[in-house]
């Protein structure tokens, strides 16, 4: 399928979401929602399926993951285990008929217009359900070409953070991944557990950038679960992001939701790339011009707060639409530029010490520069080669 066929425009930010505060919009907007929301807010569901363009539902299947804790509502979806089954890595019939067929009806019958390989959280790469979900991947490919099934076909690379601490594991991912199945698939959703790229190590960033890099050479490569993070990759390369509206800035599996962060309580200061609470929003005058904020300071409404989120996260994608890669990199490298003087500006004028919060801008703005030089490397033998020596190149620097 052309790349191009299944979103309109990229980059573009996908709003993960099981609420109706999106509805107030009145318009199609792309919708990412978890499969067991569809059951427990069936008619919300019912509603966003009608302005959803296009409507992604995520199997959620790493919730079959002992240490995941998964929600009641996913115990209902018919292809949640009861357990973590060695069946499940042995057996392929059951592996079939209890994981991947139910798990991709599910998103048939519920009328996705993507449909996600059923995926497991996999630590390492080393690890075995690492390898499964490459058999899972592969059953999926022969599913839909079996069925006579045209919807794009996306590979969820749901990881520990772990690897970015080892650059040359991505040859596996990027080999397992890019090389094997590149003629059948459309993208990928890439999920890091664990990684907060606000506080992440500038090598450990180089090495997602470099993985996300490669696989968006002719396929759609979406992050999930970033925060802003989320703008960097898409100047430099990714097709955009998705991400929870007031909530979610980073994954991590053992801690499901994230609404203890206390973030859901706090408003989106895109101009800052972070969330602040009312009282620095009061403090710095913070005025928004949105449809939703209409210039009102004070944000206390959840769901005004998840429309502001939206507008203000979709624009600086739709800002990069027409701009080449160098030109959007510059983009973002002014926008973090503009936001990093800003601050400053507050920190004096108010005794705030937001310098320190966004100290992270500073290893971002380092990431943009280095991306720049980025190239893809070939396929086979040569590219992993290719690849380990320029990460070295990159580590002697
Ligand atoms: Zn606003």
Known sequence: ??????????????????????????????????????????????????IAKPLIIDPVSYYNFQEAKAPETFKKLPYYLEEEPKTLYSNESYRTNNFINPCIEFQLDNYSDIIIAPYLFSPETDDTKFSTNLTILAQSISYLKNNNIKKPLFASIHIGNNFLNRPSTINSVIGRYYTDFKDSIDGYIITINGLDPRKAELEQLKTLTNLVFQLSKDKLVLLKQMGPFGEVLSAIGSAGYINSL??????????????????????????????????????????????????????????????????????????????????????????????????????????????????????????LEWSKQLNYVEEGLEFEEELLKKLEEDNND
């Open 1 to 50: 399928m052309d790349k191009n066929l299944v979103f309109e425009n990229t980059p573009i930010f996908i709003p993960e979401t099981s609420d109706s505060a999106l509805l107030n919009l009145e318009r199609e907007i792309p919708i990412f929602i978890g499969a067991h929301f569809v059951y427990c807010r069936k008619n919300v569901f019912k509603q966003l399926k009608e």
């Open 246 to 367: 007031l909530y979610g800035e980073f994954s991590e599996i053992e801690k499901p939701g994230g609404f203890g962060s206390g973030i859901h309580s706090r408003i989106l200061i895109p101009e800052l790339f972070i969330f602040v609470d009312n009282e620095t929003v009061r403090k710095i005058g913070y005025k928004c011009e949105c449809i939703s904020c209409k210039n009102i300071h004070n944000l206390t409404d959840y769901a005004r707060r998840s429309i502001h989120s939206y507008l203000r996260r979709s624009e600086v994608l739709e800002q990069m639409v027409n701009l080449n890669r160098i030109q959007r990199i510059n983009f973002l490298l002014e926008k973090i530029k503009k936001a990093e003087k800003l601050i400053s500006n507050y920190d004096l004028k108010y005794g705030l010490s937001l310098t320190k919060v966004c100290s992270f801008l500073y290893s971002w703005k380092s990431l």
